[in-house]
């Protein structure tokens, strides 16, 4: 980095293919936030300890970006990453931050993780927030806890953790890629045609984790094929789908099958679950929770893995080569101009908390509001519960109260929690650097 502080100029280093798309589009990304909920009042001067182990072990985590002829580079920012007292969330990438990409900020029993997407995924956050969490915790406890599973500074750093599955380019069998285009035609949301947004109203609930995994188990279902069939027949139960498909849209990490089970970095891409409106009516929710789990089990292996990836990297590279950086950001954008389907399933999964889980009463994953609007189904496990949380961009509760139906028909007990609307601030991002 060069430049006075108020100016300061950082050096391009490698270019992010596996985050590119999240910096296009015909309006500022938002950040992605984790709200983490403490037993006790935050100590500032402790988790800002634990923050700087963090950084210390994972400096990747201090990164912000470089734009050059309309492509996004990573860049080392030796600035501070500071811990803030805030009750709202601030918006990263700019000099509040220290132009750093991710912020952590508490208040009362909250803190609070935001980052924006380009970064790195939801897992790669997770590696920071749980690393962050132990260090806070032994330090508020004076012992050291377990740190399985967790990258601490007496894990050894492996140059896999930046490594970029997307950076080389790879062959694209184009026949094979359009089978993966789904042709069916989608059902959509109504609420989602009027424009609403970007607030987005959130409804939560949870349910014991053993109550859930119970009755997953005597289905032959899984907790986000289950999610993904009650919020099917909660929407066609709602509007009387008569044609296409109830699509739900699962995100899921591509690490394992592109040998990238170290990095931080962006390896998401998506699967796909149709749900036709007959399924709904003869099947019972148990029985399309099943048929869910193997259409996921079919699309979740290797070869499937590699054909979603070749699609992703196709298109970067092709954006790579564009000339001029309004064709780069008309393909780039393509996730905006074709609306994500009728939901989101996100099962976002549980933060290793080991022997302290006990001190972590809730865990929040507050998407930002997606393209032209949808509905975000939040999965997430924590400290024997699930929270699944309603996410959407229009104020009504009709299809979580459906969802609530469902589960009272099948008799698995939950507990419902109040509602809030929140707003993630818009990310700050690099302007062209001749």
């Not at 990258?151 to 993966?180: G, H, I, M, Q, S």
Request: hydrophobic residues 35%; neutral net charge; aromatic residues 12%.
């Amino acid at each position: 980095m060069t430049g006075n502080r108020n100016t300061p100029r950082f050096t391009a280093k490698e270019w992010n293919a596996g985050g590119a798309f999240q910096f296009y589009g015909s309006e500022k990304p938002r950040t992605f936030i984790v709200e983490v909920f403490m037993s006790e009042p935050v100590r500032g001067d402790l988790l800002q300890k634990a923050m700087d182990n963090a950084v210390q072990r994972m400096p990747y985590y201090k990164s912000t970006f470089v734009r050059k002829k309309g492509l996004y580079y990573y860049a080392d920012n030796d600035l501070p990453l500071l811990a803030a007292e805030s009750e709202n969330p601030r918006t990263i990438g700019g000099e509040t931050t220290n132009y750093h990409m991710l912020d952590v900020t508490y208040t009362g029993n909250k803190i609070s993780f935001a980052m924006f997407h380009g970064l790195c995924d939801g897992l790669g956050l997770n590696r920071f927030i749980e690393t962050t969490l132990y260090y806070y915790c032994c330090f508020k406890d004076g012992k050291t806890y377990n740190s399985e599973g967790i990258y601490t500074l007496e894990t050894p750093y492996d140059p896999t953790e930046t490594a970029d599955a997307f950076e080389v380019k790879t062959n694209v069998d184009t026949k094979e890629l359009r089978k993966l285009a789904n042709s069916e035609k989608r059902f959509r949301l109504p609420e989602l045609t009027t424009g609403k947004g970007p607030l987005i109203y959130r409804i939560p609930l949870k349910i014991k984790t053993s109550d859930f995994l119970s009755w997953c188990k005597e289905q032959g279902a899984s907790p986000a094929a289950a999610i993904s069939a009650m919020t099917a027949a909660a929407v066609e139960k709602q509007n009387h789908v008569k044609e296409g498909v109830i699509m739900a849209v699962l995100p899921f990490s591509l690490r394992k099958y592109l040998h990238a089970d170290n990095t931080f970095k962006n390896t998401a891409a998506a699967i796909y679950l149709p749900v036709f409106p007959r399924e709904c009516a003869e099947l019972t929710i148990g029985e399309l929770s099943a048929k869910l789990r193997g259409d996921m089990k079919k699309q979740m292996n290797e070869e499937m893995a590699l054909l979603l990836s070749s699609s992703i990297n196709m298109v970067v590279h092709l954006g790579k080569k564009l000339p001029f950086f309004f064709l780069k950001n008309k393909l780039m954008a393509m996730p905006e101009n074709r609306p994500q389907d009728t939901f989101f399933i996100d099962y976002v999964g549980s933060l290793r908390t080991n022997d302290y889980s006990d001190q972590i009463t809730e865990v929040r994953y507050l998407n930002p509001d997606p393209s032209h609007g949808a509905m975000f189904v939040v999965l997430s496990e924590t400290a024997g519960y699930f929270h699944i949380n309603f996410n959407q961009t229009f104020d009504s509760d009709c299809y979580f109260r459906n969802f609530l139906q469902v589960l009272d028909d099948n008799k698995i007990p939950y507990e419902t929690l109040p509602r809030d609307t929140y707003l993630n601030p818009q990310v700050e991002l690099p302007k062209e650097q001749k």
